[in-house]
């Protein structure tokens, strides 16, 4: 949860103003920890250990880390196909993680669930999804249940700028508004739904403006900057604690690497790419940090060895997972099994 | 004890579940002021209010995905969709994620959830008012698929699907939803899901339907009754998990079995049936199984829709030619 508001005259950035200096070296931490994960799962995928696709989020990490930075582990999330840093910002364990990637009974899903369908409810993840638009009606129903129980809960529901187009968006967006549900619409706008830019599949300039339609309040702000990040869930999720109702926050951000693993990349410039990458935001966050002195550059450096360290941990507790056991195959797929 | 029609069955059922257990909440369109289309959730939004039952938007595919939300986190909702015609989009969220969230998880998050939509022609409505798609969702692994076709049936099923801990497709024959009355005990006591009801003995033939259809299933037993063709009815009101083990025990009986159902043909839930007949029960069969379906289109507008919908003498011409074999 932020701290509360300091002084007026003060004219730090919002995330130094509204949180302290464990939580602010817990984030850069945990930007690490996803940059060095998607790295890792990578490698791996390139060493044949996780197989059919996956989509990384390498460049948009401080979209998934801002936005979880003031929630607590009451507080729910629905995640995309895109969402191993949704899942690292919400608490999970990256040895889980890869276990899961990697199919074994140690994942999160026992082996079941994979890359896109992460799930853990003991933090608050409801799951990735691998169906495009298809976490918004469930974050909807996520918060209506808090509403419901008057549990103070918020819902932040990811989706990429692909979804804005499905029509379970529109629905979601109108429901939640029309009964003022404790929920924050939460745009990772990367510029590409696979190969299609926004431009050619987005009606409007900005996500955000279709927020209107649903008379629920929509900024866009730099994805890039995890201040802005925060600062704008922040201010949705006090508003959907406080029953006014939901929020669309779009957050302007690029995926350096393609779509999937099958993507060669030809919709868009290598020199593109490039200026993206020059808007690294995690030595931008770093900076920002070494510059109020919450941390030393030399802590920053222990941060990333420190990541680099939890990462392989985590592989190394993967790699010695059981496989799922062949005599569970059919569980679970009712709570007793069918006969 | 009291006489009611399967439609008032319905909503007593829901209003027993809404009584007994405070996590059971109603969502659907016109389900509360209204009272629902067919009337199906009449009072409850005056007795329980609108927190418990909701009307929605028309937005079908935000009412199962939130049904699924809710059910996450330990709601019970029961979700009207106005007509079967009407459920595809949610059909998304009832297949990739309200079958699969205990499976994903194993078994972290679970879905006890309750989809209900009136279905089936012989009401004269267009063609999205009329079909019978059940099929569909009984080839999902994690869905649950129950179509009554009495008050009692529909009463205690109904309750069994709200308790159940996983999701439960059900689905109401509207030709049968007022006609007939029949003495149901409201004592909030269900009927076990993924069991089939034997209505009427029999030895020489096997009937096996569901839903609306079991009307002119008995029908046809009657009249061949008369004709000394005793007939097995059986009416296997759960189609996922369906209780193979009672129309196999049946048919390794009489060594004959027809099929009746209101959906068309090709890929309809009769020919699972068939299917499982043919791999497991082979050497009691005495005859081809017969299937008496609608025909592969669409369902007709009224003064055809007799030509679509299996009449009773299609499934005496049909039982009659399977006696015929020795």
Redesign the interface.
């Known amino acids: 949860m932020p701290e509360p508001a300091a002084a007026a005259e003060d004219n730090r950035p919002y995330i130094i103003r509204a949180y302290g200096p464990d939580a602010l070296r817990g984030a850069l931490l945990r930007m690490f920890l996803i940059r060095n994960f998607e790295e890792a799962a990578e490698a791996s995928y390139m060493r044949g250990l996780v197989h059919g696709t996956m989509h990384l989020s390498i460049g948009q990490e401080a979209v998934a880390v801002g936005a979880c930075l003031g929630l607590t582990e009451s507080d729910k999330i629905t995640s995309t196909h895109r969402g191993h840093g949704h899942c690292i910002a919400k608490g999970a364990d990256v040895g889980r993680m890869f276990a899961e990637f990697f199919g074994k009974e140690t994942g999160y899903?026992?082996g079941?669930?994979g890359s896109m369908?992460i799930?853990d409810?003991a933090k608050g993840n409801?799951?990735a999804?691998?169906?495009v638009g298809?976490g918004?009606?469930?974050?909807?129903?996520?918060?209506?249940?808090?509403k419901?129980?008057g549990t103070g809960a918020v819902t932040v529901c990811f989706f990429g700028d692909g979804a804005n187009n499905e029509?379970?968006f529109h629905?979601?967006l109108?429901?939640a508004a029309?009964w003022k549900l404790p929920v924050v619409f939460l745009c990772e706008n990367n510029r590409y739904g696979m190969s299609t830019s926004t431009e050619r599949s987005t009606a409007v300039p900005r996500v955000a403006l279709r927020a209107a339609a649903y008379a629920m309040p929509g900024v866009t702000v730099d994805g890039n900057d995890i201040s802005a990040v925060a600062e704008a869930v922040d201010a949705a999720t006090a508003r959907g604690r406080a029953g006014e109702g939901p929020s669309l926050v779009e957050c302007l951000t690029y995926r350096w690497r393609g779509h999937s693993k099958s993507d060669r990349n030809r919709y868009r410039s290598r020199e593109e790419i490039e200026a993206w990458m020059a808007r690294d935001p995690i030595p931008r966050f770093a900076a920002l940090l070494v510059a109020h002195g919450i941390m030393s550059e030399d802590e920053v450096r222990a941060a990333e060895a420190e990541a680099e360290r939890v990462i392989e941990a985590g592989l190394e507790f993967a790699r010695a997972g059981p496989d799922p056991s062949v005599a569970d195959l059919t569980?679970?797929?009712?709570?007793t099994e069918?006969? | 004890m009291a006489e009611i029609t399967l439609v008032e069955a319905v909503r007593a059922a829901l209003a027993h579940a809404l009584e007994e257990d405070p996590a059971v909440?109603i969502l659907g369109e016109d389900v509360g002021t209204d009272g629902g289309v067919f009337r199906a959730t009449e009072g409850l939004w005056q007795r329980f209010g609108s927190?418990r039952v909701r009307d929605?938007?028309l937005?079908e595919?935000?009412i199962?995905?939130?049904?699924?939300?809710?059910?996450?986190?330990?709601?019970r909702?029961v979700a009207e969709i106005q007509f079967q015609g009407f459920i595809h989009?949610a059909l998304?969220?009832l297949a990739?994620?309200a079958a699969r969230?205990?499976?994903?998880?194993?078994?972290?998050?679970?879905c006890p959830m309750v989809l209900r939509a009136p279905f089936g022609a012989g009401v004269h409505a267009p063609e999205h008012h009329s079909e019978s798609i059940e099929a569909i969702f009984a080839h999902i692994?994690?869905l649950?698929l129950v179509i009554p076709s009495s008050p009692a049936r529909a009463y205690g099923l109904l309750l069994a699907a709200i308790r159940?801990?996983?999701p439960v497709v059900f689905f109401e024959p509207t030709r049968i939803y007022r006609a007939g009355r029949e003495e149901v005990a409201l004592d909030g006591a269900s009927l076990p899901l993924?069991r089939a009801f034997t209505l009427r003995a029999g030895g020489d033939l096997t009937l096996v339907s569901w839903g609306a259809a079991v009307r002119e299933a008995l029908a046809a037993a009657e009249a061949l009754s008369g004709e000394g063709i005793e007939v097995e009815v059986i009416d296997l009101a759960t189609l996922r998990?369906w209780d193979a083990e009672a129309v196999l025990g049946s048919v390794r009986r009489t060594g004959r079995c027809v099929i009746l159902h209101e959906a068309p043909r090709t890929g309809g839930f009769g020919a699972e049936v068939a299917a499982r007949i043919a791999e497991e029960a082979l050497d009691s069969l005495l005859a081809p199984i017969r299937r008496v379906t609608a025909p592969d289109i669409v369902p007709p507008l009224l003064r055809l829709e007799h030509l679509y919908l299996p009449q009773v003498d299609d499934v005496i011409a049909a039982a009659r030619e399977v006696m015929q074999w020795r």
């Open positions: 899903c026992r079941r669930g369908h799930a409810p409801l799951g999804n691998g169906i298809g918004l009606p469930i974050a909807v129903g996520s918060a209506l249940s808090a419901r129980l029509g379970a629905e979601a109108n429901m029309i569980r679970d797929v009712y709570t069918a006969p | 909440v927190a929605t938007p937005s595919a935000a199962a995905g939130v049904a699924v939300g809710l059910a996450a986190q330990g709601f909702p989009p998304d969220q990739n994620h969230l205990r499976n994903r998880t194993r078994g972290r998050l679970g692994p994690g649950k159940d801990p996983d993924g998990p």
